[in-house]
């Protein structure tokens, strides 16, 4: 089933993609209640990371805020899995977002913009959030950026 954010979506030429497989002893979303809480999403395209190393070092700003729409994108479709259409998302309350960071790098919240910026380009007002932008020696499989979402859904 496809709505109308998926429709914006296809307006801003980006695709669901399918939900990245768990990494490890998890799933990519739960939903308690009206609201729906995706694990840690990784900028992962097709099975495979988009990039690796920590921003400021191996990674610029510019490709990690990149990166970081990837993860939004994931995290969408992980919210579709149990939500079922992304037309019931009410409001996107609460983004969380990780940049492994490089020890003299202070640009997270640049960085986490891209997610931001996506969920505002896809679903306006509800995507209007509360946000954490935290910077992090390491995350896993070396990924640069890890977003995850909470979203409250009309029941």
Known sequence: ???AVEAKLAELGLTLPEV????AAYQPAVRSGVY?????QLPIVEGKL???GKVGAEVTAEEAKDAARICALNALAAVKSVAGDLDRIARVVKVV??????SDFTGQPGVINGASELLGAVL???GVHARSAVGVAVLPLDAPVEVEIQVELND
Do not use: Q
Not at 97 to 102: D, K
């Open 1 to 3: 089933m496809s709505g």
């Open 20 to 23: 990245v497989p768990p990494l």
């Open 36 to 40: 729906v809480y995706t694990s840690g």
């Open 50 to 52: 988009t990039l690796t």
């Open 97 to 102: 977002g990780f940049v492994a960071s490089a």
């Open 124 to 126: 306006g007002d509800k």
